[in-house]
């Protein structure tokens, strides 16, 4: 137990740490909204509504926010974002994206170590579920896509990904109406590669993660995996995915 019983006894240290640890709720609990609403409503809903909370909800924080920490906002930006070079501003979004793979990363190994390979990979699955139609919807507003882009509008998408700013990737204009897309180096597999271990094989989640991305963009594309750990495939790509309208 904390020696303190009230916030005011904390020290400074443990103060800085109770912001840290409110951070945190604010985010679990923005999530967990989000999750009863798909489950009371359907994920449409849920999506739609996330929208307005977050639309709403932005600058009011961030007002409150800067106040306190003594930045200013600008067309609802923090003004030392746009005070940054562009390369700085790249490398930051590298950062965020990196950050997101490593805390993808401590998620499945808290439950594999706990629960086993299985469990993981069950719920890494279940997840992606969840988290390709957000994140496509969340670039579908981003650069203000039509209801149906097409392929342009999907592969103008996948390279917004937060995957496009962690590993390599290419498209090849197969037909009209049909796009390759190939991931030619990916961090995690790489990284394997480097200690001597298999392929982790990740095809069981990236049928789920393309093809539930590719129906956000636009509900027309269908998804086909040419080749995707355990598979067989060339040392150019890791695995390679066909998008057909």
Request: proline residues 4%; hydrophobic residues 40%.
């Amino acid at each position: 137990m904390h020696p303190a019983t009230r916030i005011e006894d904390l020290d400074h240290e443990s103060t800085a740490k109770l912001v840290i640890d409110m951070f945190h709720r604010i985010v679990i609990h923005h999530a967990l909204w989000f999750t009863e609403v798909r489950h009371q409503m359907g994920t449409e809903k849920a999506l739609d509504t996330l929208k307005t909370a977050f639309d709403r909800g932005y600058p009011i924080q961030m007002k409150r926010l800067s106040k306190v920490l003594g930045f200013e906002m600008k067309d609802n930006i923090p003004a030392p974002l746009l005070n940054m070079s562009q390369k700085s501003l790249m490398t930051l979004l590298d950062s965020v994206a990196v950050n997101w793979l490593a805390n993808d990363g401590v998620w499945f190994q808290a439950v594999e170590f706990e629960s086993g390979m299985n469990d993981a990979k069950r719920c890494n699955d279940s997840c992606w579920a969840h988290f390709s139609p957000f994140e496509a919807r969340s670039i579908k507003q981003f650069l203000n896509l039509s209801d149906q882009p097409g392929l342009a509008g999907l592969k103008a998408a996948l390279n917004f990904r937060l995957y496009a700013r962690i590993n390599t990737q290419s498209f090849v204009e197969e037909s009209e109406n049909s796009l390759i897309f190939q991931m030619n180096e990916c961090r995690v597999q790489s990284a394997r590669k480097r200690k001597g271990l298999q392929d982790y094989p990740c095809k069981s989640g990236g049928l789920v993660e393309y093809t539930y991305f590719a129906r956000a963009i636009d509900p027309r594309i269908k998804t086909e995996c040419i080749g995707c750990p355990p598979d067989d495939h060339p040392d150019t790509w890791c695995c390679a995915w066909r998008f057909s309208v």
